[in-house]
């Protein structure tokens, strides 16, 4: 059976590390069998250094969704999107195309998005540097 899984939480709620131990409970880690793809992959160079720019963004989400839809046209069984995505419109491509290449989809909401106090463990474990104002703001907008 072919799924995709659709991540949603807040910078800092484990979604990266939820897409990998996913990836290690349903297909043992074979990396043949799954893809994670994140925008914040564009965001990092080959050092590993995480430098977000706001101007890629539009860029680097249509690079994302491209990689996405290329896993599902290669039938790999495991594909995650590993992204925030506090708004429906954020995802519902990702949707509609898993659904079109015959994938069951899975929502997954990652840690807890009102929770006051998660939300500072939030800004401080995440490591791309969003601070707790954003972080807040983002829960107050999450669509449910």
């Given at each position: ?62 690079l994302n969704i491209a990689r ?25 491509a990702y949707v509609s195309a ?47």
């Amino acid at each position: 059976m072919k799924q995709a899984f659709i991540l949603r939480g807040l910078p800092g709620s484990g979604k990266t590390h939820y897409a990998q131990t996913l990836a290690d409970e349903l297909v043992a880690g074979d990396q043949s069998q799954y893809t994670i793809c994140s925008t914040d992959d564009y965001f990092t160079d080959e050092q590993g250094n995480y430098e977000f720019n706001k101007a890629k963004l539009p860029q680097y989400h249509n690079l994302n969704i491209a990689r996405f839809i290329n896993a599902l046209s290669e039938g790999i069984p495991l594909v995650i999107l590993d992204n925030t995505n506090i708004k429906k419109w954020e995802f519902i491509a990702y949707v509609s195309a898993a659904h079109a290449m015959g994938y069951q989809v899975k929502e997954v909401i990652v840690g807890e998005v009102k929770d006051k106090s998660l939300q500072h463990l939030y800004a401080k474990r995440n490591q791309h540097g969003v601070a707790l104002k954003t972080i807040s703001k983002m829960a107050h907008m999450f669509e449910w």
